[in-house]
């Protein structure tokens, strides 16, 4: 089945700092999307991607659509505390058999160095 | 506008019973989806329903199930309740269910079996 793999699994920023993280798969995904949780919520979407080598930003947040289908990065640009939390990556797999459905990658939690 | 709802936010069962949770999406949305948040198997899709049809299933066993209602709203119902059943349950809501719909999440039922 489809799987997302997510990277880096954790990390810690320092204010002001930018940020990487990845997800790839070996499957092609028609959407990409990215989603922060913060403890006790559900997720928030921050970026949809809907077009292989897309970027778009939202803010100091920029986020790609590679060019294979099989990937997509986010960035975080300028880091600030309220940055801190876990971020997921999510892609739909397109075809009507899959209706709506979303495989999410297992996370990267961002924490705050001290 | 208001968000995805989901009632309870917590709730406690014994193994053995059953639990209904329920969901109100955004309004005018009529695609509802289901998702399992654990912390050994991150975030997996259970089901969709789009006008009151499910739509989509993913891997997991009958005890769980879930209807829609024709005002859109949805309720999902785990039999026989094991240990393993506890967690974050969330559920999304879309527009129309195409592709290019953003997905909203809501805040999550909490499950705790004892």
């Known amino acids: 089945g489809q799987q997302l793999n997510q990277s880096p699994q954790s990390m810690f920023i320092q204010e002001g700092e930018d940020v990487s993280m990845n997800c790839t798969s070996s499957?092609?995904?028609?959407?990409w999307l990215w989603y922060k949780q913060d403890p006790g919520e559900g997720p928030v979407l921050l970026i949809a991607?809907?077009?292989?080598?897309e970027l778009t930003s939202n803010g100091r947040l920029t986020a790609q659509f590679g060019i294979t289908r099989k990937d997509s990065f986010l960035n975080i640009s300028a880091s600030i505390p309220s940055d801190v939390g876990i971020y997921f990556c999510?892609?739909?797999?397109?075809?009507?058999?899959?209706?709506?459905?979303?495989?999410f990658g297992a996370g990267t939690i961002l924490r705050v160095k001290s | 506008k208001a968000g995805v709802t989901q009632t309870p936010r917590y709730l406690i069962k014994t193994r053995g019973q059953q639990v209904t949770l329920s969901c109100s999406p955004i309004?005018?949305?009529?695609?509802v989806s289901w998702y399992q948040q654990t912390p050994g198997q991150g975030l997996q899709f259970l089901f969709e329903?789009?006008?009151?049809?499910?739509?989509n299933k993913g891997n997991f066993p009958g005890r769980f199930s879930g209807r829609q209602f024709s005002n859109s709203r949805s309720e999902m119902n785990v039999s026989t309740l094991e240990l393993g059943d506890s967690a974050l349950y969330l559920c999304?809501?879309?527009?129309?269910?195409?592709?290019?719909?953003?997905?909203?999440f809501g805040p999550g039922t909490r499950l705790t079996v004892l």
């Open positions: 999304a809501s879309r527009r129309q269910g195409l592709d290019t719909d953003t997905q909203y």
């Open positions: 499957s092609i995904f028609n959407t």
């Open positions: 991607l809907y077009k292989a080598g």
């Open positions: 999510a892609g739909q797999p397109g075809g009507m058999e899959y209706g709506n459905k979303l495989v």
């Open positions: 309004s005018g949305h009529r695609s």
């Open positions: 329903y789009f006008s009151e049809t499910q739509r």
